[in-house]
């Protein structure tokens, strides 16, 4: 599987790891709790509410295209490949981790009351994000971080710790359950031949072959990389805007 979409996105991933020096700022959750304590509105405040948003049309498209943290296992899986080993309650982990971030929100807010004003660059010198030592454990920290769960398997960071895609998981269950039109996955069940490609491509280890058969191809778990639709050879998964039925 080697599409033009899914070189781009490949691409897109890669690079947004690649600036992550810079940018690291920008996904903050320390700045966007101190920000608000400080009644300032940061960048990474606007930028998660806004992964918030369109995750209520796009899903965890965030996730799939354009997040760093994927970028960097995408990188890491390009030496091997293991398959993910499931552990049952390990997920909780990120949820925790959200609520924690959140709740840090809750009291920032009730301490200092609403925004008074936007700052993109709070405490970010000039827009750089590693300026000096104590920011660069912090990154290499990260980097750890991200990468330590691959000792579960593919993608275990976005499946088992990651708070980061619990915006984009949150705002999917909200726009299905508003019954948002939104962006999805479809299949055809009379057009599979249960082959297994797209459960094998696809980097989150769904069943995507038995989603595909049973006709239910919606799982919080998705984040919309559209591997398991270029990969089949097919045509019995697709992807478009609609509906929950
Ligand atoms: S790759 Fe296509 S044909 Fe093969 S199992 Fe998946 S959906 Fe079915
Ligand atoms: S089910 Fe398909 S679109 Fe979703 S993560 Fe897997 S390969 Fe990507």
């Keep these: 599987m080697n599409t033009r979409r899914q070189r781009l996105r490949r691409l897109l991933l890669a690079a947004f790891f690649l600036v992550l020096p810079i940018t690291l700022n920008y996904y903050s959750p ?12 940061s960048f990474s405040l606007v930028f998660w509410l806004g992964v918030f ?4 049309v796009l899903g965890r498209s965030f996730c799939g295209w354009a997040c ?4 960097l296992q995408q990188l890491w899986e390009s030496v091997g490949i293991r398959p993910l080993r499931t552990i049952r309650g390990l997920p909780i982990v990120k949820y925790a981790l959200w609520t924690a971030w959140v709740a840090g929100l809750g009291a920032a807010l009730a301490s200092a009351g609403l925004w008074s004003r936007f700052d993109a660059l709070y405490l970010t010198e000039h827009g750089v994000s590693l ?22 398997g593919r993608r275990g960071f976005c499946r088992y710790l990651c708070p ?5 998981i949150v705002g999917e269950r909200l726009g299905h359950a508003l019954r948002i039109p939104r962006l999805m ?15 094998r491509a696809c980097p989150m280890q769904l069943p995507v072959a038995e989603m595909a058969s049973s ?26 805007f609609g509906r929950a039925r």
Aim: aromatic residues 8%.
């Design 215 to 240: 006709g239910k191809m919606r799982t919080t778990e998705c984040f919309m990389c559209e591997t398991c639709v270029d990969v089949c050879p097919r045509s019995a998964l697709g992807v478009g």
């Design 53 to 56: 948003i369109t995750s209520l």
């Design 131 to 152: 300026t000096e030592a104590g920011n660069l454990i912090t990154y290499f920290m990260l980097v750890g971080l991200t990468l330590a769960p691959a000792a579960l």
């Design 30 to 41: 320390y700045l966007m709790l101190s920000g608000t304590a400080e009644g300032i509105a």
């Design 164 to 168: 980061f895609g619990v915006w984009g």
């Design 185 to 199: 996955l479809r299949a055809t069940p009379d057009a599979c031949n249960a082959c297994g490609k797209c459960t």
């Design 68 to 71: 760093p943290f994927n970028g």
